[in-house]
């Protein structure tokens, strides 16, 4: 259990750690909305400010893309899918086209960049402070019960690593008595996932008994969350940054059309 | 006076086997007592119970006078639960966390909190780690925060479920000595073994389970050379005739 996750938080004394939880989601969510129909300049201007706070902050990026590879994996799939054509006349020659090639990078880019923002989230923001700021932004609609919905997100979120976790150590255990000499697909699905599963109740359990012991009740001390000066700026800064990037990249689009 | 009394406990599981079979047992305040038996002879089962965490019938179990299932809440606080596998124990992301679930648990003031978590972190010497991640600690100090976990609670009575599996040499040294610590605090001490070795020279008492039942309950010294017809294996030092010597020495 020693072995580091990606989806984990890394405590630390950085301004992003300090960030009011709730200002930091919105960022996020600004973020990401914007990251999902960005274009190459859009892309560029918010990858910029990313990069700078990942190594202002310290993530460990070469550690968390290891851990993360088969998303990165993934990534080239799409890349290659979407790049790719087969020629149906003739099936043995592949073509690709530049086009093709830029709007499938300029995917693959957007899901990576949400990837390294999900990352600088999760490395600098705990559980109880995301379960707070969730509560908090949920009490403000009607006939939602926050509370439940907040400890549902983070159990979840508690259980990322440990399951991840979990899957390594069955897959080591299996790779130890040669899993990769069977070739059907089904049945070294069925000896991984089996086990997988059987723990994480196994474990689910043994969490639920060991909070029960310690009095857990929904109704509990909550972590109070303040916004200062700092965080305010940070929000402003932060999302002035995001329409300057829409309104510079809107100029230039018109430019380019002229 | 008893702390705790059990009174013809019985317990059943789901598959109709027998976990636990007509167990009555008083335990004072301040005793420290080793129960001990094989795999599957219910010694998890009875921790369970001292807790709530298995419901029961009427009037079974009462601590400090109050009685299960009605003072739940109340005896879950009175009594601390440490088990076996601290990893599954774990639920905070970083030490403070952790030590402050179970407070933040019984709606203490956040002031309360904070003075709760450096005083159980600095009972057991892990203060320095508290913004560390959980994860990152050593097998004993794991163990030793889930024990900070409990203190914050200002549990009287604490219950270690195989307290010292899957830890090394040092890690289990640093775990024995925290509990003979908090023995000598006046905390009455219950710990779960099948193994005796480590604890019985400083135990009060020994009790035995075999098969959901108590089959031996006396002094450590009056009992030790029979504990091997129940699965359990004689400390070397009584069995080589020395009598029982602490581990720790």
Redesign the interface.
């Known amino acids: 259990m020693a072995e580091l996750t990606a989806f984990n938080y890394f405590s630390g004394n950085s301004w992003l750690h300090h960030l009011d939880i709730r200002f930091k989601l919105i960022i996020i969510f600004t973020f990401n909305v914007i990251s999902i129909q960005a274009n190459y300049v859009e892309l560029m201007m918010l990858s910029f400010p990313v990069l700078i706070v990942i190594f202002q902050v310290k993530l460990p990026l070469r550690h968390s893309l290891f851990e993360t590879r088969y998303f990165l994996y993934f990534l080239l799939f799409i890349f290659l899918s979407r790049t790719i054509k087969i020629d149906v006349t003739n099936p043995t020659y592949l073509n690709y086209s530049y086009p093709d090639m830029i709007e499938s990078s300029m995917i693959c880019w957007r899901l990576f960049l949400i990837l390294l923002i999900g990352l600088l989230f999760m490395f600098s923001s705990k559980i109880t402070e995301i379960r707070a700021a969730v509560q908090w932004y949920l009490n403000f609609v009607p006939f939602v019960p926050e509370k439940k919905i907040s400890l549902m997100i983070g159990l979840m979120i508690r259980f990322v690593p440990d399951i991840l976790q979990q899957a390594a150590d069955i897959s080591e255990a299996q790779k130890a008595r040669s899993i990769g000499k069977r070739k059907n697909p089904v049945f070294r699905i069925t000896a991984f996932a089996t086990p997988l599963f059987l723990r994480i109740f196994e474990q689910a359990d043994t969490i639920v008994q060991a909070m029960l012991s310690r009095c857990f009740t929904e109704n509990r001390t909550d972590i109070e969350l303040k916004a200062d000066k700092v965080d305010w700026m940070v929000l402003i800064v932060t999302l002035s940054y995001l329409v300057v990037t829409i309104v510079l990249d809107t100029l230039l689009s018109q430019m380019s059309f002229l | 006076m008893s702390q705790i009394k059990i009174k013809q406990l019985t317990y059943q599981f789901p598959d109709q086997s027998i976990g636990l079979d007509d167990i009555s047992l008083s335990i004072t305040k301040g005793e420290f007592v080793v129960i001990a038996g094989p795999n599957g002879s219910g010694k998890t089962t009875l921790c369970?119970h001292l807790?709530g965490?298995i419901p029961v019938k009427k009037n079974c179990i009462a601590i400090n006078g109050l009685k299960l299932p009605k003072d739940v809440?109340k005896i879950?606080?009175l009594v601390?639960?440490v088990?076996q596998?601290a990893?599954?124990?774990i639920?905070?992301?970083?030490v403070y966390?952790e030590v402050a679930?179970?407070?933040?648990?019984?709606?203490?003031?956040?002031k309360e909190?904070d003075h709760r978590v450096v005083q159980s972190l600095k009972t057991v010497g892990l203060f320095e780690y508290l913004?560390?991640?959980p994860?990152?600690l050593s097998g004993g100090e794991k163990r030793k925060l889930v024990i900070a976990?409990?203190l914050a609670?200002n549990s009287k009575i604490l219950v270690f479920d195989e307290p010292f599996s899957n830890l090394d040499y040092l890690g289990t040294k640093m775990v024995l000595d925290q509990i003979l610590k908090l023995h000598q605090a006046e905390h009455t001490i219950i710990i779960v073994t099948h193994e005796l070795e480590k604890t019985i020279a400083y135990a009060d008492r020994l009790l035995i389970l075999e098969k959901g039942k108590i089959v031996r309950d006396d002094q450590p010294d009056a009992i030790i050379h029979e504990v091997e017809q129940f699965g359990i294996r004689e400390p070397y030092s009584s069995k080589t005739g020395q009598g029982l010597v602490k581990w720790l020495n």
């Open positions: 369970r807790n965490l809440g879950r606080q601390g639960m088990f596998n990893d599954h124990q639920v905070g992301q970083t966390d679930f179970g407070p933040e648990n019984l709606k203490l003031s956040r909190i913004e560390r991640r994860h990152t976990g409990v609670m």
